[in-house]
């Protein structure tokens, strides 16, 4: 069974940064495309970034180009989402996602396992 866990949520003021981290229990993480999708409040969930398998692809919704940046350790199980200059706006539950496929996906349904949410909050 894998388990996709978040963690480093909170809360920021405009214009901060905030690091996202998430681990993947399971000894084949490798093999998985990784990705990051929020949801705000009374909003559908919504995509954010994705990550091949091998690190070296990456995809972003356009909002956050430029200020988010995605990466993974393989050894570690471990795939990170650095958010600079948050805004207001980017306030949500971001979701760690996991898919079995060689390059990420912005489609929900590429993805078979989801952690639980981590908050964020953008706010002065």
């Known amino acids: 069974q894998v388990q996709v866990v978040e963690s480093g949520g909170g809360l920021v003021q405009p214009g901060g940064s905030l690091r996202l981290s998430c681990t993947v229990s399971?000894?084949?993480?490798?093999?998985?495309?990784m990705g990051w999708f929020r949801q705000a409040p009374a909003k559908e969930r919504e995509f954010v970034a994705g990550?091949?398998?091998?690190?070296?692809?990456?995809i972003y919704q356009d909002s956050v180009k430029g200020r988010f940046t995605i990466s993974r350790d393989n050894a570690k199980n471990m795939v990170d989402l650095q958010m600079n200059s948050l805004k207001p706006e980017d306030t949500a539950v971001y979701y760690c996602?996991?898919?079995?496929?060689?390059?990420?996906?912005?489609?929900?349904?590429?993805?078979?396992?989801w952690g639980q949410g981590a908050q964020v909050t953008v706010s002065s």
């Open positions: 996602a996991a898919g079995r496929m060689v390059l990420a996906s912005s489609l929900q349904n590429a993805y078979e396992y």
């Open positions: 990550i091949g398998w091998s690190g070296r692809e990456t």
């Open positions: 399971g000894r084949t993480f490798r093999v998985y495309a």
